[in-house]
């Protein structure tokens, strides 16, 4: 129980652009533990999106290994990457990606409908995912009845229909005003709160001091690991 969820041992991603050779990642050595909540930030360029693609298992590493809740992902097919984001990974996305004639309850049933479970099955977990994000009583809406704030839970309860091991949110209030981003950045907390692991990826200095934890990429490495303000005030306190 005790072993991170994530590990990365020496992860570098390179890519060939135009005949040059790109180094999104140079190297990244980390560990993340069960019910961590990790803010990841960095300039353009610094390698935070290559790293949410490969933490979501969307991209692989040219070298290195990474280790999701002690499987070697690192080294799967297609295939098998495929069935780790379906269980294991959560995407919360900045523009919602509903399906616009579907309602909250069916966009949130999605996964489960891709996973084979029955109708019965299906409807019990989306119901119960959309009552952790205060959306019990909007369950029929469609995306056009429903706030953007509203949009963004409904894309968190699908996110978290299938139980993963890991939430990735990339950045999950960009099209959001401030109140609102306040609003979701809550419903994070109490998921945190009650045990989910949750990695954040944000531009937003105070977006990311919600977080337990605040990594900070630059030119394909980490260049500062720190807990954030919140915690260390509570710490003093």
Sequence with gaps: MNDPVIRLRGITREYLMGGERIRALAGVDLDIARN???????????????????LGCLDTPTAGDYWLSGHLVSQMGDDDLARVRNREIGFVFQTFNLLPRATALANVELPLVYAGLSNKVRRQRAER?????????????????????????????????????????????????????????????????????????????????????????????????????????????
């Design 36 to 54: 961590a909540y990790v803010a990841i930030m960095g300039p353009s360029g610094s390698g935070k999106s290559t790293m949410m693609n490969v």
């Design 129 to 237: 995912a959309l009552e952790k994000v205060g959306l019990a009583d909007r369950m029929d809406h469609k995306p056009n009845e429903l706030s953007g704030g509203q949009r963004q839970r409904v894309a968190i309860a699908r996110a978290l229909v299938n139980e993963p091991a890991i939430l990735l949110a990339d950045e999950p209030t960009g099209n959001l005003d401030s109140s609102t981003s306040e609003d979701i950045m809550r419903v994070f907390g109490q998921l945190h709160a009650q045990g989910q692991t949750i990695l954040l990826v944000t531009h937003e200095p105070d977006i990311a001091e919600h977080a337990n934890r605040a990594i900070v990429l630059r030119d394909g490495l980490i260049d500062t690991d720190r807990v954030t303000e919140r915690v260390a005030m509570a710490g003093a306190a």
